[in-house]
């Protein structure tokens, strides 16, 4: 038996963001993962970042994170998407070499502070309490080994339950040659928690030296190079090109007269998958009017003989995806090292999650990443410091940490699980946030400082970085109010759709002598070009967050509210919100439900305490 003050099970992106984040709180952490080696390795395409899911890296990184630095580390080319249009949707992405990504990693965790690395399978939950009052008191492992915590996060990817499937072949796994950590479902189901099944799929993977480049269009990074992470100072990389093909209708001729060997045509796969990043044979069936989709050829690294073929997921037999392939340009003598698969696996339906990660009716359990009905490596990192956070602050009887969808796109992802089931893999877009021009990527470090601060999450020497960076833009802004230019002041200058602030240093040699960095730069000319807009969206925040602070106590008595609907006393009795905001966005809670306890909290302050129930912690 060994004590902790949080466990975590997994050792994907949302394992070690939760384990690091609750390590560098200063709790005694164990990662419990079945394999030391894997930690961190990318079971799909070895990129990070991208639209929205760029941003939420950068959040991640302003709280300490790891994954930007690991990006940077390894990166081999660097992009900033979206350069073309407005600051609030602009993203970077960034190829990684997989190899160095995934040593880095485990390097970086093997000799983390407070963290240690446990080798094994979790198999079962270990609880103390009744079923309606049960409370987390560690786990299990296949060994026998008891692994005791007040507080577990489960981050168990593809993990859960997960098969395999390519054609007829069907086989137990959580990635190509991994296997399944299948027993802790049933544990999970004996504790009372619903489970769905959802689907994933990968492409082949290509031998670099049998791909012809030269009728493929090359992509190169941005010269120069942007850091990922706010820690990175400056990149000094060589950087790799990717190469852009397309498939065609002999592609598609292949494919659709097989789509019925697809195991999600079947119907074997019984799980949904991505709608964004649907398989090659869900494209040609359900675009049937399309004659070619884009297929993105980007190496694994700058040693490594696979080529990743972004775009054709497929789980077709292997004999098929080998005859397709070779119709599509540059890839007519292609050499496959390993075919793609499919991958079905059990999440948590996750109307049984709380704002802080925590599942409802097992205090102290949370979870993060794909069990939690996501994609992707970014959402998975977002959701483990979120968890990793709440379940260091549950350790030491601390209340929940919960980022509002104004503060951060880790806030709009997090509620958006809690209100709705996803039918499919969830994925981060910029559209899902209705604060985005206050969410932009080059500010995450300055929205969450304060935050990261408080929890000790970032050093001395981070914070006052972010703290000068606030400063020399405030000095910048308040420059642009007061120095003129032909009659005008610099800021009615930079507001013109047409002037760059490039044009301000060049006019105006006091604003050139501040020596803005580049970074800086680009957030005094987005602050002041759309200042209408970011005042207009503060006074919708500022009414947000009213409803947000006003508490729930976690003992409120819904059952002696009258004229709650039946179905929202049942919804509220289960997830027990811990603001009237959070209470407001749980399915089957009606704007009359809120407004019942709204009028009962005001009752209370002026008559007395609220009715309450007791509640087991």
Same mark, same amino acid.
């Given at each position: 038996m060994r004590d902790f003050d949080v466990v975590v099970v997994g050792g994907g992106h949302a394992g070690i963001e939760a384990a690091c984040a609750a390590a560098r709180m200063g709790r005694r952490t164990a990662m419990v993962v079945l394999d030391p080696a894997a930690i961190g390795r990318m079971s799909c395409n070895p990129a990070i970042g991208g639209l929205a899911k760029g941003q939420m890296v950068r959040e991640v990184d302003a709280l300490g994170g790891e994954m930007a630095l690991a990006t940077d580390a390894a990166g081999i080319q660097f992009r900033m998407l979206n350069t073309s249009k407005g600051p609030a949707v602009r993203s970077p992405r960034a190829q990684c070499d997989r190899e160095a990504y995934n040593?880095?990693?485990?390097?970086?965790?093997?000799?983390?502070?407070?963290?240690?690395?446990?080798?094994?399978?979790?198999?079962?939950?270990?609880?103390?309490? $009744?079923?309606?009052?049960?409370?987390?008191? $560690?786990?299990?492992?296949?060994?026998?080994?008891?692994?005791?915590?007040? =507080?577990?996060v489960l981050t168990t990817g593809t993990f859960l339950g997960g098969r395999l499937f390519a054609g007829e072949w069907e086989q137990p796994g959580g990635r190509y040659d991994e296997r399944p950590?299948?027993?802790?479902?049933?544990?999970?189901?004996?504790?009372?928690?619903?489970?769905?099944?959802?689907?994933?799929?990968?492409? +082949? &993977?290509?031998?670099?030296?049998?791909?012809?480049?030269?009728?493929?269009?090359?992509?190169?990074?941005?010269?120069?190079?942007?850091?990922?992470?706010?820690?990175?100072?400056?990149?000094n990389v060589k950087q790799m090109s990717c190469w852009l093909t397309h498939t065609t209708t002999a592609t598609h001729k292949i494919i659709a007269a097989n789509a019925e060997r697809s195991p999600m045509f079947t119907g074997r796969i019984r799980g949904s998958g991505p709608r964004y990043c649907p398989s090659v044979e869900d494209k040609v069936v359900r675009f049937a009017d399309q004659d070619s989709h884009q297929v993105f050829l980007e190496p694994e690294g700058r040693n490594s003989l696979e080529v990743y +073929?972004?775009?054709?997921?497929?789980?077709?037999?292997? =004999?098929?995806?080998?005859?397709?392939?070779?119709?599509?340009?540059?890839?007519?003598?292609?050499?496959?090292?390993?075919?793609?698969?499919?991958?079905?696996?059990?999440?948590?339906?996750?109307?049984?999650?709380?704002?802080?990660?925590?599942?409802?009716?097992?205090?102290?359990?949370?979870?993060?990443?794909?069990?939690?009905?996501t994609s992707g490596y970014e959402e998975a990192a977002g959701q483990g410091i979120v968890a990793g956070i709440n379940a260091a602050r549950f350790a030491r009887g601390e209340s929940a940490i919960v980022i509002d969808r104004a503060t951060a796109y880790l806030g709009v992802m997090v509620d958006d699980l809690c209100r709705v089931n996803p039918s499919e893999p969830y994925r981060m877009f910029t559209s899902r946030a209705e604060f985005r021009l206050l969410l932009r990527s080059d500010n995450a470090d300055r929205r969450l400082a304060a935050l990261a601060e408080r929890l000790c999450l970032v050093t001395n020497e981070v914070a006052t970085a972010v703290q000068q960076k606030e400063s020399h833009i405030r000095a910048a802004l308040q420059m642009c109010e007061l120095r003129r230019h032909d009659g005008r002041t610099l800021t009615e200058w930079l507001r013109r759709p047409e002037v760059m602030i490039?044009?301000?240093?060049?006019?105006?040699?006091?604003?050139?002598?501040?020596?803005?960095?580049?970074?800086?730069?680009?957030?005094?000319?987005?602050?002041?070009?759309?200042?209408?807009?970011?005042?207009?969206?503060?006074?919708?925040?500022?009414?947000?967050?009213?409803?947000?602070?006003?508490?729930?106590?976690?003992?409120?008595?819904?059952?002696a509210i009258p004229g709650l609907s039946s179905e929202a006393r049942g919804r509220l009795l289960q997830r027990r919100p811990q603001s009237l905001g959070e209470a407001?966005?749980?399915?089957?809670? &009606?704007?009359?439900?809120?407004?019942?306890?709204?009028?009962?909290?005001? &009752?209370?302050?002026?008559?007395?305490?609220?009715?309450t129930v007791e509640v087991q912690p």
């Open positions: 040593r880095w990693m485990v390097l970086r965790l093997l000799s983390y502070p407070n963290l240690s690395v446990l080798t094994g399978e979790a198999v079962a939950l270990a609880c103390v309490g $009744g079923p309606t009052g049960q409370r987390i008191d $560690g786990v299990s492992l296949a060994d026998g080994t008891m692994v005791r915590a007040p =507080a577990v950590a299948s027993r802790m479902s049933e544990s999970l189901r004996q504790h009372g928690l619903r489970l769905g099944r959802h689907k994933t799929g990968t492409p +082949p &993977r290509l031998r670099r030296d049998s791909i012809d480049y030269s009728v493929c269009a090359e992509q190169c990074g941005d010269d120069p190079p942007q850091p990922f992470s706010f820690r990175t100072r400056a990149l +073929p972004s775009g054709i997921s497929t789980s077709l037999p292997e =004999a098929v995806q080998k005859e397709f392939l070779r119709t599509i340009p540059g890839l007519e003598q292609v050499e496959v090292l390993r075919p793609g698969y499919a991958v079905e696996y059990d999440y948590l339906c996750t109307d049984q999650l709380r704002a802080d990660l925590q599942v409802a009716g097992v205090a102290g359990l949370f979870s993060a990443g794909q069990i939690n009905g490039e044009q301000l240093l060049a006019w105006d040699e006091s604003f050139a002598q501040l020596q803005l960095t580049p970074p800086e730069l680009a957030e005094v000319e987005a602050e002041v070009k759309y200042a209408g807009y970011i005042a207009r969206q503060q006074m919708e925040v500022e009414r947000l967050r009213r409803m947000e602070d006003r508490r729930l106590p976690a003992s409120l008595d819904y059952a407001s966005r749980i399915p089957g809670v &009606r704007p009359v439900d809120v407004q019942l306890i709204l009028v009962l909290l005001a &009752r209370g302050e002026r008559s007395g305490p609220v009715a």
